[in-house]
């Protein structure tokens, strides 16, 4: 498309990042295509901006709540998570370093669906999503509304949506792999099993129990600040001390 005379074109820019697993082996490399969002004008090219992320009560809740039932923790991760949503204004972009078409280099790109970087992005994916999970007939939570709720005959299924990452925990097997083949029919989905490695937070999970620790977060921030040769010291926590819901229960 010719550059339009009337409408600002935005830049772009890629990004390079490479993503480790909890034990600090690659997982990916990954290569994004971001839109230089600063260049936005508010009232002009946006409107209203949107965060999209679980509170940490939130996921603590979940946590608790699959411990005690003894149920797992499952996580999904929607590739390319910005790139689903739809857009309702007209953006046009640069034509990207190293796909610049010889001859056309004053053209530009129309937009059609969201790119990392833009202010309308988180929106326009929380708004396909939110869509999508009340068509499968999920009901969303009033005082968290990235959480989703769906029972069937009396089981309970559970979904927390933290950007990109799905946290899913029910009483029933069955209708977790349903979810997840009904978000496969229509986003390219990576599905690890069990969570694991979630907000720098290493999870072992087992029957009735749930481990989680920081190990390697720990040891990036001594590595940060140069302590990793720091002597250790005793921790003044009682390590033989164990909780279980009866005493919380007992004490009520």
Request: charged share 30%; hydrophobic share 40%.
């Amino acid at each position: 498309m010719n550059r339009p005379a009337h409408k600002k074109v935005i830049k772009v820019k890629w990004v390079y990042r490479t993503k480790f697993n909890s034990n600090d082996s690659i997982n990916k490399h990954k290569a994004r295509l971001v839109v230089k969002g600063y260049a936005q004008m508010f009232g002009v090219d946006f409107s209203e901006t949107f965060a999209l992320g679980a509170r940490l009560d939130t996921i603590r809740m979940l946590l608790a709540l699959a411990a005690q039932n003894g149920w797992i923790i499952h996580q999904m991760d929607v590739k390319s998570t910005f790139l689903n949503g739809y857009l309702e204004e007209k953006f046009f972009v640069e034509q990207p370093e190293g796909f610049v078409v010889q001859g056309e280099e004053e053209k530009v790109h129309l937009l059609k669906k969201a790119l990392y970087g833009l202010k309308q992005a988180p929106r326009a994916w929380y708004s396909r999503i939110d869509a999508y999970f009340l068509d499968l007939s999920f009901t969303k939570n009033l005082s968290e509304f990235i959480l989703y709720l769906r029972k069937v005959n009396d089981e309970l299924l559970v979904v927390s949506l933290y950007v990109d990452d799905l946290l899913v925990i029910g009483s029933n097997m069955k209708q977790i792999d349903t979810f997840k083949r009904e978000m496969k029919n229509v986003f390219e989905m990576t599905d690890p099993g069990k969570m694991t490695f979630f907000l720098v937070m290493e999870v072992k999970q087992k029957h009735n129990e749930i481990f989680i620790c920081q190990h390697k977060y720990a040891k990036e921030i001594l590595k940060k600040f140069n302590m990793e040769e720091c002597g250790l010291t005793a921790t003044p926590m009682n390590q033989n001390e164990k909780f279980c819901k009866e005493d919380e229960a007992a004490k009520i």
